[in-house]
């Protein structure tokens, strides 16, 4: 748990050097006793340019820490950045390198972690790092850090709340009500990236299951094909799923329970979005003659469901659906670490175009029109790069040939209908790093290491859907008109939300992240 000092731990003092000066915000002190009653080691990540700037000396500073201890307690690390913003060092906050410092003086990693902090700094160095970030605005924070922030508490109690709330929904359940089952059905419909972050949960389900067999509609069947702990696929669209829906067909319907019947499922944990009910799924499955049947429902499921779970607005959708195996009984295995991943062994050759590891993949497009980069940015974007060094290759589907076709006339390697998910992964993976928008690839770099500039449209929440515990920058206006709308279609001529983004910003990302040209 890291946590920053002024302004989240104590009252911002400009420049502090004075331990007579430190103030606890309210209920620090107990809010902490909390995190470490929790088994939870406490770090201070915390910039200190007065030391730089002369303002206090290194003799100040340690008089003020040891007065923070005096009052909140023990800390089990402090990690300090002595230096001004013309610096450049790798330490001060945006930068990553003071959680990463911290993560290893508390013996873990930095995807491990939390952050909370009260700017926008905070958030984009725990992001940088892989980790999570929970920001605590105060009247200083300007309203658009606080748009772009993963997640908002009022105070400090408050966003330790939301801490140890997710980590009770991801917990491992008494021995007793722990699962080992036969055969276990588990269900994601959706697009790859909606089946590539339910990957923990089903992992976690395969753990204490002899078989898996994964119901998936047409657009998943792919990154299905990648997952781990999956023996079987069953590829099935369910129209109350699949936008736009089609017409309810009965005789499809009941091909399908036959085909769930055949399954002879000891169980079925239905995993979803938490805009999508489980239960007309459920009730086909009752059909089967599934004897016992697990899913986030907010809506009452009468005798369709034997665990109705429940999961708060805003977790990352990787996390709800370890939530919902562990509230099954299917813990994820303490050696098995809660982040995505792929069956590499699985993975296609990498065209030869591509040319040796180490370059950018710019992937502009998407199935999903408000979710993809604007061609005139991808184009721009691909040129900055270049002329810095940057070696560029441009990635799409088969209908994107044309787009990237001129985006990668820029200057960069198309790619362009070349890769099915799997060589799309192969690429990926010898990638220093992604440019994408909020799109499958993203969750494709996240499952494989590779660190993510995320041009990520507000329409649904970053908290929730964008890369999960990967290095990662996010561009773009996170406070636009389209926030938090869900559309499809762009609802504010223009695309303002991307249109926006300068290249440069793309290539100071680039250099935050430690991908050099």
């Known amino acids: 748990m890291l946590l920053d000092r002024d302004g989240t731990l104590v009252e911002d003092v400009p420049y502090n050097g004075d331990p007579e000066k430190v103030r606890p915000v309210p209920g620090a002190r107990e809010a902490l006793d909390r995190l470490r009653a929790a088994g939870l080691r406490l770090a201070v990540v915390t910039n200190q340019s007065g030391l730089a700037r002369g303002c206090f000396t290194a003799h100040d500073l340690h008089r003020v820490n040891a007065r923070v201890e005096e009052l909140l307690g023990p800390f089990d690390s402090w990690q300090i950045c002595p230096h001004a913003e013309p610096d450049r060092c790798a330490c001060r906050k945006p930068a990553p ?17 939390v952050l909370i902090g009260d700017i926008g700094a905070d958030m984009a160095a725990a992001a940088a790092a892989g980790a999570a970030g929970v920001l605590v605005p105060t009247p200083a924070t300007r309203a658009a850090e606080v748009a772009a922030a993963p997640t908002v508490a009022a105070d400090l109690p408050d966003a330790v709340d939301t801490v140890l709330t997710r980590m009770r929904l991801v917990a491992a359940p008494a021995p ?30 395969a753990a204490g299951a002899r078989r898996v067999v994964l119901l998936c509609g047409p657009r998943g069947r792919a990154a299905a094909e990648l997952l781990p702990g999956v023996d079987e696929i069953v590829e099935w669209p369910l129209p109350w799923i699949d936008a736009p829906a089609p017409p ?99 993975l296609s050759p990498v065209p030869a175009a591509a040319g040796a590891p180490g370059y950018v993949v710019l992937h502009p497009g998407s199935s ?150």
């Open 248 to 346: 309810v067909d009965p005789t499809a319907i009941h091909a399908l329970t036959d085909r769930l019947a055949a399954v002879h499922a000891d169980e079925a944990v239905v995993f979803t979005s938490f805009h999508q009910s489980p239960l007309p799924l459920a009730l086909l499955l009752r059909l089967a003659g599934v004897p016992r049947i697990s899913a986030v429902s907010d809506d009452y499921p009468g005798a369709l469901l034997d665990v109705r779970h429940r999961v708060p607005v805003g977790v990352p959708e990787p996390e709800r659906a370890l939530s919902l195996a562990a509230a099954a009984g299917y813990p994820l295995p303490e050696d098995d670490e809660p982040a995505l991943r792929l069956r590499t062994d699985r």
């Open 97 to 113: 390198g003071l959680v990463h410092a911290a993560a290893r003086a508390l013996g873990t990693t930095a995807s491990r972690c």
């Open 368 to 517: 999903v029109e408000t979710r993809a980069c604007p061609v005139e940015l991808a184009t721009r974007v691909v040129r900055v790069l270049g002329a810095a060094g940057h070696r560029v290759v441009v990635t799409g589907g088969p209908d994107e040939r044309e787009l990237t076709a001129r985006v990668a006339a820029a200057g960069g390697v198309d790619l362009g209908g070349r890769t099915g998910l799997a060589e799309l992964a192969a690429v990926i993976a010898r990638a220093g790093a992604l440019v994408v928008g909020n799109t499958g690839p993203a969750h494709l770099a996240a499952a494989l290491g590779v660190p993510v500039v995320s041009l990520f449209a507000p329409t649904v929440p970053f908290g929730q859907w964008g890369p999960y515990r990967v290095p990662t920058v996010r561009l773009g206006d996170a406070g636009a008109a389209c926030r938090d709308t869900r559309a499809t279609t762009c609802p504010v001529q223009g695309h303002p939300c991307l249109s926006a983004v300068e290249p440069g910003r793309v290539l100071e990302a680039l250099r935050l992240l430690g991908v050099a040209g």
């Open 176 to 205: 007793d009500r722990r699962r080992r089952a036969g055969t276990v059905l588990v269900v994601r419909s959706d697009a790859a990236g909606d089946v590539l972050v339910t990957g923990p949960g089903i992992r976690a389900v």
